[in-house]
């Protein structure tokens, strides 16, 4: 056992969950993307699996690409827990320990000893996108769980059935895991098709006896029954978003989208830039050694590459191709660990060849990088771990509320203190469903993102909404800052995408920013209406607002 490994991973491991306990119920990593998952608990909760893409009697404005089970799963924990923050962070924590186990139990099938196994997997805590998967709203890392766990259970090391032979409950099991992941996630079908190329090659008769049943019987069955319980709306929201501009391939690439894949690993940590060419090596190595592991590790990066030539996707998509990737490094680990034990000079006799007297420089070099990367990375993310302990010592919350500028470690508290005085005098429009939540109202837009997707196929559904804003009808609008901000600092995305032109002009003309913010939120109050200012109609950038200090 090197306790150095251990103990690098004991500080990642103890960092990452102090921080997300402390952060529990406040909005720190919480976007408008966690409130539409929050916003969807909220409406199961009420009976409807789904709200309809548009509710001309309510007014209520639905659809998202979301899979079935996390709604379900937060939804029941919210009622568990009594609060919607809570309810989705715990189960969050709950995925990121079911992912990490998959890691390390992936390893040691791999023949990774102890230490290298708990080491490798704590480094998925040391990137900022595996830091953050399980203190925000987003699910990933329940689907890239469930993945994991499917390749653990079907065994990982066997090139073919004569080498390992697997029970038919073990490939039950596995076909079980791979069909619940994109019910999880849609995108989540690495490990599926991994196993089926896999069995379809070394076991044919259980390939078409077993798999298939079960992963069909799951998979489509469970989009059926969704369908059922959602009274039609699941299909026509995935409809939508398929020909209303929202599914792969919509505004870019799959060129770009690499090169995207690539800079957000690199941009968002450091050690991004050692993990990425060591999973290569580790990719190379189980073409051999563990095909099944190299086949998932393909089609992770065809999944990841489609998925992300979609507008909207951010770079959550990353925590799979992640987490296998570390798994890959550490069949790398397991390879070079062969050569640990053998006496002097036997390398001469066992005959390797020049790849293999390669791997042992260029795997220690390499993981020198990797702890020296995340060593450069302790300062920058587990500022928010130093926080927290602050806090708890000081019992001083507000604290977090520096994180940031303007920060993102507010509470539901400060929702309620600065929009609900204004409750009595209308509804309020929001980016983020949980407000509404929060404030004891139906949230009206459940994803800004989906308005320009409802639009496509119902421009009056729009015209409605923007009506409604002209006639000053809610009390106040919340929208993220990048929409509220000069157009030199402001997020294309935000413009484009959320709201759309239409609604941000008619938010602009009649309704007033103020100085006022919720972590990265911007409050919009009515304007009088006698200083109402028109907005030209080629869409608004034409107002320029103060940014915070």
Not at 83 to 96: E, Q
Not at 295 to 309: E, F, I, N, P, R
Not at 403 to 418: C, I, K, N, S, Y
Request: hydrophobic share 50%; charged share 15%.
């Amino acid at each position: 056992m090197d306790p150095l490994s251990v103990l690098f991973a004991a500080f990642f491991a103890f960092a990452w969950l102090v921080t997300a306990l402390v952060n529990l119920t406040n909005y720190a990593h919480v976007r408008h993307v966690g409130g539409a998952w929050i916003g969807l608990a909220h409406a199961f909760g009420q009976g409807q699996l789904y709200p309809p893409l548009y509710d001309a009697e309510a007014g209520t404005y639905g659809g998202t690409r979301f899979a079935p089970i996390p709604i379900v799963l937060q939804s029941t924990m919210t009622q568990l827990l009594g609060d919607p923050l809570m309810g989705g962070k715990t189960l969050h924590v709950a995925y990121t320990f079911l992912l990490i186990a998959a890691m390390i139990f992936l390893l040691r099938q791999l023949r990774v000893r102890w230490s290298y196994s708990l080491l490798i997997a704590s480094l998925f805590l040391g990137v900022r996108i595996g830091w953050e998967s399980g203190l925000g709203i987003r699910h990933d890392a329940l689907a890239a769980a469930l993945q994991l766990w499917a390749l653990a259970a079907y065994g990982v090391g066997a090139r073919s059935q004569a080498d390992d032979p697997r029970s038919t409950r073990q490939i039950a099991v596995a076909a079980l895991l791979c069909a619940l992941a994109p019910l999880s996630k849609f995108s989540a079908v690495f490990a599926g098709m991994a196993l089926a190329i896999h069995l379809a090659v070394t076991d044919r008769r259980r390939f078409v006896t077993v798999f298939l049943p079960v992963t069909v019987a799951v998979g489509p069955g469970g989009l059926l029954v969704t369908e059922w319980l959602s009274g039609g709306a699941f299909f026509e929201t995935l409809s939508a978003c398929l020909f209303g501009g929202a599914g792969p391939g919509g505004d870019a690439s799959v060129l770009a989208s690499a090169l995207g894949i690539q800079l957000a690993l690199y941009t968002t940590s450091w050690v991004g830039w050692s993990l990425m060419p060591v999973a290569l090596f580790g990719l190379i190595v189980c073409v051999r050694r563990a095909p099944v592991l190299a086949l998932a590790g393909g089609w992770s990066v065809a999944v990841t590459l489609y998925a992300s030539s979609s507008p909207g996707v951010a770079t959550n998509h990353l925590v799979e191709p992640l987490a296998l990737g570390l798994v890959l490094i550490g069949a790398w680990v397991a390879y070079l660990d062969r050569f640990r034990n053998l006496p002097g000079g036997s390398w001469i006799r066992v005959g390797p060849t020049v790849t293999d007297l390669c791997w042992p420089a260029a795997g220690f070099v390499a993981m020198l990088i990797i702890v020296a990367a995340s060593a450069f990375n302790l300062d920058r993310y587990t500022r928010e771990f130093r926080l927290s302990v602050l806090s708890v010592l000081t019992g001083d919350g507000p604290v977090l509320r520096g994180l940031e500028a303007p920060g993102t470690a507010f509470w539901p508290d400060d929702v309620r203190a600065r929009l609900g005085a204004e409750l009595q005098t209308g509804p309020v429009l929001s980016g983020d469903a949980s407000f509404a939540v929060y404030l004891g109202q139906d949230p009206i837009v459940l994803d800004p993102f989906m308005l320009r997707v409802i639009a496509a196929k119902n421009e009056s559904a729009r015209q409605a909404l923007v009506d409604r804003i002209r006639a000053q009808e809610f009390s106040a609008i919340v929208t993220r800052r990048g929409f509220a901000a000069p157009p030199t600092d402001d997020d294309p995305g935000f413009r484009g995408m959320h709201w759309g032109p239409e609604v941000g002009d008619a938010i602009r003309a009649h309704y007033r920013f103020e100085p006022e913010w919720m972590g990265v939120y911007a409050i919009w109050r009515r304007r009088p209406r006698d200083v109402r200012r028109p907005v030209p109609p080629e869409s608004g950038t034409t107002e320029v607002f103060p940014m915070p200090k």
